[in-house]
């Protein structure tokens, strides 16, 4: 049958994919510090929206850094927050000797608004980013600084992943994340630079200006982290990096509920459409038409018109290759892979590709309190 041929085609080149993203990521050199005693003055920008329940955790990390505390400063951007967002943040700041400034922007302005504001604000010439719901460890900053100290990329990228996960789909989320953020570390060791994330992200202000910010994207209400990567990647090529060190990893919380995970995915989901990078565009394409097809040969098998046998040692393979890529990723994070929790994943993974490839290119989402409308 011609759609076997197809599927066996479409799996072959899935898995071989999967390998040079594992590949990828085993070239990735671990980076180890060397004491420095020069120390870049940083702007640790927060921007934050209605964060009453995360922010003050946050401040406290960043208050034990072991970086120096007169060589970085934090601007906290409020983002019109509805609850007590900003009167803990002002108490904080009462209540530490960091330096901390707490600035307000315009009702409805975004995320993107929000982090401009701050650079043009901010006293450092190297920035980093990290949400308000997120937590650093202790050699957070000095890591970065360390690794820029070596390399003086343009652009640091960082690692990402979940804590204090309990239920099992917590621990669905920490895996399935797991798979965007490695694959985004191994593409952009392998110099195919498409995915960050702008919770634990750092690059030079210059750099910021010289690809004019987010001009271009700033009514596209997500992509603060990646269309900003792709400037810069196309400006200064090669000076894009991921900072692989345990050190250097950033914590956020899972989603608390479906409601939440689905509108997060469909904020993520609706900036694919605005890449441009082709070869971006063209992986997304593939990767939704490959689930595409295994939902309809697995649809097929079930009526009798596909092999079953043929289906299941494709999935087989499929499922071996991310098992050994996402092992190697969460154990980079510190944390163990569960093979029921995983297998269960996989399973429902096309299924939520194929959904949220769909569903983000129309309708709208709510998200911090705000409807948003995909464009």
């Known amino acids: 049958m011609i759609i076997e041929v197809i599927s066996w085609g479409a799996t072959i080149c899935y898995i071989g994919f999967t390998f040079f993203l594992l590949v990828s990521w085993f070239r990735l050199k671990y980076f180890y510090p060397v004491a420095t ?3 870049e003055f940083i702007t640790v920008i927060i921007p934050v929206r209605n964060e009453e329940e995360n922010i003050l955790e946050l401040l406290k990390c960043l208050s034990q850094q072991t970086y120096p505390t007169d060589k970085f ?3 906290v951007v409020d983002d019109s927050s509805t609850d007590n967002t900003t009167s803990l943040v002002n108490k904080f700041i009462l209540e530490n000797s960091l330096y901390i400034k707490l600035i307000n922007v315009i009702e409805g302005s975004g995320k993107k608004k929000a982090i401009e504001t701050a650079i043009n604000r901010c006293k450092g010439e190297l920035v980093i980013t990290i949400d308000g719901d997120c937590i650093a460890g202790p050699d957070w900053i000095s890591r970065i600084n360390a690794y820029y100290q070596r390399y003086k990329p343009k652009m640091i990228c960082g690692g990402v992943t979940f804590w204090g996960e309990q239920t099992f789909f917590d621990k669905m989320q920490t895996i399935e994340f797991a798979s965007l ?3 985004g570390a191994a593409c952009l060791s392998a110099g195919y630079p498409n995915m960050c994330n702008g ?3 750092t690059y030079e202000k210059k750099a910021f200006f010289a690809v004019n910010g987010f001009a271009g ?3 596209i209400a997500s992509g603060d982290d990646e269309f900003l990567m792709h400037k810069i990647a196309s400006y200064f090529p090669g000076k894009v990096h991921f900072l692989k060190s345990s050190e250097a990893i950033v914590y956020t919380k899972a989603r608390k ?4 995970f689905v509108s997060q995915r469909k904020r993520w989901a609706s900036k694919w459409k605005h890449y441009q990078f082709r070869s971006i565009k063209l992986l997304a394409v593939f990767i939704f038409f490959y689930n595409c097809l295994l939902i309809i040969t697995f649809g097929f098998s079930i009526v009798g018109l596909y092999n079953c046998r043929s289906l299941f040692i494709q999935i087989f393979f499929k499922v071996l290759i991310e ?3 996402l092992g ?3 154990y980079f994070y510190r944390k163990r892979i569960n093979p029921f929790i995983f297998i269960t994943t996989a399973l429902v993974y096309p299924f939520y590709v194929v959904i949220f490839g769909v569903v983000s290119r129309r309708g709208s989402y709510r998200w911090k309190g705000r409807d948003i409308r995909n464009s």
């Open 37 to 39: 005693t020069i120390h």
């Open 73 to 75: 400063e934090i601007l």
């Open 181 to 183: 953020t490695g694959a």
């Open 199 to 201: 919770a634990n992200l």
């Open 217 to 219: 994207n700033e009514k």
């Open 257 to 260: 509920n479906i409601e939440e």
């Open 323 to 325: 098992y050994i890529f």
């Open 328 to 330: 190697n990723i969460l």
